[in-house]
């Protein structure tokens, strides 16, 4: 059974920093490209950041680039997202996402893996 743990989120003010982890078990992780996706309420679902199987790719949405760095590690089977600078309207729960194919990004199938969420909360 193929699980997928985020942890890292929490309470911050405007300009802090975060560091959220996505363990996977169950599933080769080194065959699976890796993303991260938000959700903030009332909105849809957003594409953070991805990355590919063997952090050589990487992408972020244009409201992350430069303050969002996502990297992995294999061996550990968790990929990561440091957040920097971090804003209230990055207040959201951020999920993480598994895909074997790099090229789905940033709209994966609904039906992959995907993590419970942690909450990030962003205050002024």
């Known amino acids: 059974q193929v699980q997928l743990v985020e942890s890292g989120g929490g309470s911050v003010q405007a300009g802090g920093s975060l560091r959220l982890s996505c363990a996977a078990s169950g599933v080769v992780f080194s065959d699976y490209a890796a993303g991260w996706f938000r959700q903030a309420p009332g909105k849809d679902r957003e594409f953070v950041a991805c990355?590919?199987?063997?952090?050589?790719?990487?992408r972020y949405s244009d409201s992350e680039k430069g303050r969002f760095t996502i990297s992995r590690d294999n061996a550990k089977n968790t990929v990561y997202l440091q957040m920097n600078s971090l804003k209230p309207d990055d207040t959201a729960v951020y999920y993480c996402?598994?895909?074997?194919?790099?090229?789905?990004?940033?709209?994966?199938?609904?039906?992959?893996?995907w993590g419970q969420g942690t909450q990030v909360t962003v205050s002024l």
């Open positions: 996402n598994l895909d074997f194919y790099y090229a789905n990004y940033p709209n994966p199938p609904p039906g992959g893996y």
């Open positions: 990355i590919n199987w063997s952090a050589e790719l990487v």
